[in-house]
């Protein structure tokens, strides 16, 4: 018997990247899971693909309701993975793009969480895990606004997480390092020298190479699992040690 067998969920952002390796990790551990997303195309079996925008309630609305039947009812687990890059100064991005990623990152978690709320309350085994990042904590050069759209993603964890303690529902956050997934590999396609761009995002990070995305999959599906059953109002780090170690310089 795997450990989340029986156990529905909900992963926002399913369709590629960590969202699609989280979700493929609960599935391998029992879990029945649904993917949503605005292209759920690349979602295969045993996975259930559901068209999703995170900016529209009545579509997040539609979408959970979908996915709680198609499931079979019932909901245990909910991931709020979906969210956009951006960089730049606090000068750099007009008004328009802080407006369109604070909706992605902060306001897609809320109407997500809203609409899976009434679900997770029946659930005997009940789990939030928000995707959040090292720009929370750590002050990265020409990150203002997505550093400002996480720093609120990991208040938020907080404050749902002593909101919901009483109705035996838990919330974490994971907060991964820089990742190697699409959108990191389109910025460094991007770059002026990708080769070099992406050797200085990896001397960042202590361990010297960037996080796969399966590597925060593990910790998103341990903090939604049974084991974790004492953990709520935690961050997990997956950052490859940049949050908390201070390496002197190598010769």
């Known amino acids: 018997m795997s450990e989340l067998d029986g156990l529905k969920a909900i992963v926002s952002g399913g369709g590629?990247?960590?969202?699609?390796?989280?979700?493929?990790?609960l599935a391998a551990r029992g879990a029945e899971v649904a993917c949503l997303d605005l292209d759920p195309s690349r979602v295969g079996a045993p996975l259930l693909g559901l068209r999703a925008d995170v900016t529209d309630q009545e579509s997040v609305d539609s979408a959970v309701d979908a996915a709680v039947a198609r499931l079979g009812g019932g909901l245990d687990i909910l991931v709020n993975n979906a969210g956009i890059g951006a960089q730049g100064t606090v000068e750099a991005n007009p008004l328009d793009e802080w407006h369109r990623v604070l909706d992605v990152n902060v306001l897609g978690m809320v109407r997500l969480t809203r609409a899976a709320l009434p679900h997770l309350r029946a659930s005997r085994a009940a789990a939030i895990v928000n995707t959040c990042s090292i720009a929370a904590t750590a002050g990265l050069p020409n990150r203002a606004l997505y550093s400002a759209s996480k720093g609120a993603v990991q208040s938020l964890t907080l404050a749902m997480a002593a909101d919901h303690v009483g109705e035996g529902i838990?919330?974490?956050?994971?907060?991964?390092?820089?990742a190697d997934t699409p959108w990191v590999g389109r910025l460094l396609a991007a770059a002026d020298d990708p080769a070099a761009e992406r050797a200085a995002l990896e001397a960042r990070q202590p361990m010297g190479r960037l996080v796969s995305a399966d590597e925060v999959a593990a910790a998103i599906a341990y903090l939604a699992g049974p084991a974790a059953g004492s953990t709520t109002g935690t961050v997990l780090a997956v950052d490859g040690g940049m949050q908390g170690l201070r390496l002197r310089p190598r010769p």
């Not at 590629?16 to 990790?25: D, K, N, P, Q, T």
């Open 16 to 25: 590629s990247g960590i969202g699609l390796a989280a979700a493929r990790m």
């Open 170 to 178: 838990r919330v974490n956050c994971v907060n991964p390092g820089t």
